[in-house]
């Protein structure tokens, strides 16, 4: 069975453009989460969707959303980037609500100039 | 409220030697540990997981950890480290109510193996 997959695996872009990632689950699990990993505050929970509702969000800006699609591939989208925003994004699947082993992608690295 | 604290940012040994890394855990509720370890450039890959059944996990590549209630603590060991060891570990700390999924996880423990 595949893992989870994201694309891209790098984005370089500058301040105040938007950007879009792309996270696809490991087949048939219905919940997505994504995080954001820098060095200086490590792994943080940005917002977690479950059957294309959010379930759970962190303690991000709105310039942070998401969506999860019926086929539960997620995307992420971040407005007027930052600085601040470059960080390796990673998601994360899981089988359901009940769950809550989960299984991490490769990552997408991103880098605002 | 949870918390995860790993003990040491930093750990260093000669290969062939044991690996110790150290994570104690807070939390209101009877909790699920897991150890994850993150390679350079990579995402994070489960090495092991505490979910109320025996107290001692075997996890891969050789590594377990052993719940401590009284302690509260879940310490990652491995007998004899390999160079292909090196990298990050992630302590996390899981707790579902409701059907919401609250995950804390640790600040990361960077293992070094010296040849």
Same mark, same amino acid.
């Given at each position: ?9 790098? *984005? @370089? ?10 996270? !696809?689950? @490991? ?15 490590? *792994? ?6 479950? !059957? ?12 942070? !959303? ?16 930052? *600085? ?5 994004? *990673?998601?994360? !699947? ?20 | ?8 940012? $930093? ?27 993150? $390679?350079?450039?990579?995402?994070? %890959?489960?090495?092991? =997981? ?6 001692? #996990? ?9 719940? &401590? &209630?009284?302690? +509260?603590?879940? $310490?990652?060991? =491995?007998?004899?480290? $390999? ?9 996390? #700390? +899981? ?5 919401? %999924? =609250?995950? +804390?996880?640790?600040?990361? +423990? =960077? ?5």
């Amino acid at each position: 069975k595949a893992g989870v997959t994201q694309t891209p695996r790098y *984005l @370089i872009k500058t301040r105040g453009q938007q950007v879009t990632l792309s996270c !696809s689950p @490991i087949s048939g699990h219905r919940s997505v989460s994504w995080y954001q990993q820098t060095p200086g505050q490590g *792994l943080q929970f940005l917002f977690e969707y479950f !059957s294309e509702t959010q379930r759970n969000k962190g303690n991000f800006p709105g310039r942070f !959303s998401g969506r999860q699609f019926s086929n539960s591939r997620s995307e992420m989208n971040v407005s007027t980037l930052e *600085l601040g925003d470059s960080a390796l994004y *990673l998601c994360a !699947s899981r089988l359901a609500e009940t769950y809550n082993e989960q299984f991490f992608g490769p990552g997408t690295r991103l880098t605002v100039l | 409220a949870q918390s995860v604290t790993q003990l040491d940012s $930093h750990v260093s040994v000669s290969e062939g030697t044991p690996v110790l890394l150290r994570c104690n855990y807070s939390s209101s509720y009877s909790p699920s540990l897991f150890w994850y370890v993150q $390679h350079p450039n990579k995402g994070l %890959q489960l090495l092991l =997981k505490y979910t109320s059944a025996a107290t001692l #996990v075997k996890g891969i590549n050789g590594f377990e950890a052993e719940f &401590k &209630k009284s302690e +509260t603590s879940f $310490h990652l060991t =491995k007998p004899s480290a $390999h160079m292909s060891d090196a990298a990050e570990y992630f302590c996390v #700390v +899981t707790m579902i109510s409701g059907g919401y %999924q =609250k995950v +804390t996880f640790g600040i990361g +423990t =960077k293992l070094q193996v010296i040849p």
